[in-house]
């Protein structure tokens, strides 16, 4: 269900889906021009590929756009066509670097079509398009985006396997020249020598072959000159803290932390940071495919929170990337809408429970009563700590622990995971940690009697926040219910009067969905998050939480407009992990091992802090 917010009057949440401000539409000039320079990339593909539409009547149409070669040129309209597409989305987002080789393959293009094609009306529209790039150049002044020299080797894999899908097309689209009957095997082979630069075994009529071997020749170059430029290019890694940023934001933390309950995960050191000029605020943030993504709240003093978000929208206009950020609370919504005209979705509500307030008597906690007892009479007992008071042995097999216990072959979490456990300047996380001693006697395993944890990261000076949640595959079913309580009754001892637990997606639809009376649209809404459960545990996370008995708390998505949510929604599924696009895992550590400040040791499971309920 989504919620707006109205960010002029301070405490208000309309009931419903009412639109109150609209976010600044994307710029017309560029997303027009991206738009041109994709359509007459393909057209231009089209011609250098396919001979009848050399010679249809739609070919007539890309002579006179700009960007055009000419008919018999096949290799340069392919090669031309290629580059466009490549330039296109750079184009829509404003780049700099997009708009100098525009403006520098657009005279190519026209000089061609004056000498080979003598199109004077061609040479017109390519040079208007020209000027048109040149007159607004001052649209298109953003700054590249991070990047490494990784991005060679995904440039070679994703254009190579485009040119070699475009190469079997090129070889296949001339059946009534093609000599003979040459198997798939002859005709990959053919595109593979040809990109080359060498002749295949496949053989065609007339002067077919030498449009095929151009064609095949200009892609391999193609491919070949992009990879080399990404590859020697200077390296603009990604922003992440540093030791006088993470020192900044403790202190601001030690001040602000307690407004926030998702503050102390600002702390994560894959994430960048921006700063309030007057540094009493600040606003963390990864950049992932291109959205500038921040999450929770700004840290700090609520009155320099414009400040840092001015910062915030300056450094995303800068760059051209798409603003948003994920898990905002009520309060942090309206600031950001009012302060940006951005719009606001509720994505769900944080489950919280008051320490003082928690008990197990009771019929609503009869089954977590119940769970708790029977795992204890099975020989288990807990033990709920700082983690400054751990010894460096028993640190270490904490690390190893939930290394290994890990579910997913891909580190999750963002939004609401440290990264990390046992670091020396996160001594206040509080570990609840399950033990048995085996029943079989001899070599103890390699963590011990060691069963279960839950990593808590602080919330202000009297607040904890569920960080992770991992356990032995081979303990009892319910170890998350017991150390849950466990920390909960032992949080009034260590000064802890509040506990954030896990966040509930969409917790409102699935709530409402189920009650007497819920309408055909609601059930519907209710049944696709059910369905979606079985890859993303809606659904139990948010029956887990439930358990408990916690007040909740409402989260917020805040975004630029509504076509950016497919986009917005991608990039936080890449962040949280459940979307991996990177390199190669074998590459992923190499990469790693040569970062300065390592920033993980082991992320939150599922996202939002997610459980794997026993």
């Not at 490549?86 to 708009?99: T, Y």
Request: proline content about 6%.
């Amino acid at each position: 269900m989504s919620v707006r917010i109205d960010g002029d009057k301070k405490g208000s949440v309309p009931a419903g889906a009412r639109k109150v401000l609209r976010g600044p539409r994307p710029d017309t000039v560029p997303s027009l021009v991206g738009t041109a320079a994709t359509f007459v990339g393909l057209l231009n593909i089209a011609a250098g590929i396919f001979p009848r539409f050399r010679a249809s009547r739609m070919h007539a149409v890309t002579e006179v756009l700009p960007g055009t070669t000419g008919p018999f040129a096949a290799a340069l309209a392919l090669s031309t066509g290629v580059l466009l597409l490549l330039l296109a989305h750079g184009l829509k987002r404003r780049k700099r670097r997009a708009w100098r080789a525009a403006v520098a393959l657009l005279p190519i293009g026209a000089v061609a079509q004056f000498l080979y094609r003598h199109s004077i009306v061609g040479v017109l529209i390519s040079v208007a398009l020209l000027v048109l790039l040149v007159r607004h150049r001052s649209e298109f002044t953003a700054l590249p985006d991070p990047r490494s020299r990784w991005k060679a080797l995904a440039n070679f894999i994703l254009l190579g396997s485009g040119s070699l899908g475009l190469g079997l097309v090129i070889v296949s689209v001339h059946p009534g020249r093609v000599v003979g009957s040459p198997s798939i095997a002859d005709r990959i082979q053919h595109v593979m020598y040809g990109l080359f630069g060498f002749e295949g075994p496949v053989e065609y009529a007339g002067d077919t072959s030498w449009t095929v071997a151009y064609s095949l020749g200009a892609l391999g170059l193609l491919t070949a000159i992009t990879t080399i430029y990404l590859a020697f290019r200077p390296e603009h890694p990604a922003a992440r803290l540093t030791e006088d940023d993470e020192r900044q934001l403790r202190d601001l933390l030690a001040k602000h932390g307690a407004r926030d309950s998702l503050g102390h995960f600002a702390l994560r050191r894959d994430k960048a940071v921006v700063f309030s000029p007057s540094g009493k605020a600040a606003v963390t943030y990864r950049v992932v495919s291109g959205v500038m993504l921040a999450s929770g709240d700004p840290i700090g003093d609520v009155e320099a929170w414009p400040g840092a978000i001015e910062r915030f929208m300056d450094e995303a206009k800068a760059h051209s990337w798409t603003p948003a950020v994920v898990g905002c609370s009520e309060t942090g919504g309206e600031v950001w809408t009012r302060e940006t005209g951005l719009d606001a979705l509720e994505l769900g509500d944080e489950a919280v429970v008051d320490a003082a307030d928690f008990s197990l008597s009771g019929r609503a906690m009869r089954n977590v009563r119940q769970m708790v007892k029977r795992i204890e009479r099975n020989g288990y007992e807990t033990r709920v700590r700082r983690v400054r008071d751990l010894s460096v042995g028993e640190l270490e097999r904490v690390r190893r622990a939930a290394e290994d216990w890990r579910g997913t072959d891909t580190e999750r979490g963002f939004s609401m995971a440290l990264g990390r456990i046992g670091d020396p300047d996160d001594g206040d996380c509080v570990i609840a940690t399950a033990h048995k001693a085996d029943d079989d006697a001899g070599e103890p395993g390699p963590y011990g009697d060691l069963k279960a944890m839950i990593h808590f990261v602080p919330w202000g000076s009297d607040g904890m926040s569920l960080e992770l949640m991992r356990r032995d595959r081979s303990a009892d079913p319910g170890m998350n219910e017991l150390l849950i309580v466990a920390a909960l009754q032992a949080a009034p001892k260590i000064g802890i009067e509040h506990v954030s637990l896990n966040f509930a997606m969409f917790r409102s639809a699935l709530a409402r969905g189920e009650k007497i009376g819920a309408g055909p649209v609601l059930r519907l809404w209710r049944g696709l998050l059910v369905f979606l459960s079985r890859w993303f545990q809606i659904e139990s996370l948010y029956k887990f939480n439930a358990k408990f008995q916690p007040r909740w708390e409402p989260r917020f998505m805040v975004y630029r407009a509504h076509g950016d949510l497919p986009r917005i929604g991608f990039a936080v599924m890449q962040a949280e992990g459940f979307v991996n696009v990177g390199l190669p895992r074998p590459f992923t550590r190499f990469s790693r091992t040569h970062r300065k400040r390592p920033c993980a040791h082991l992320p939150a499971p599922e996202g939002e802090r997610a459980i794997r309920a026993a």
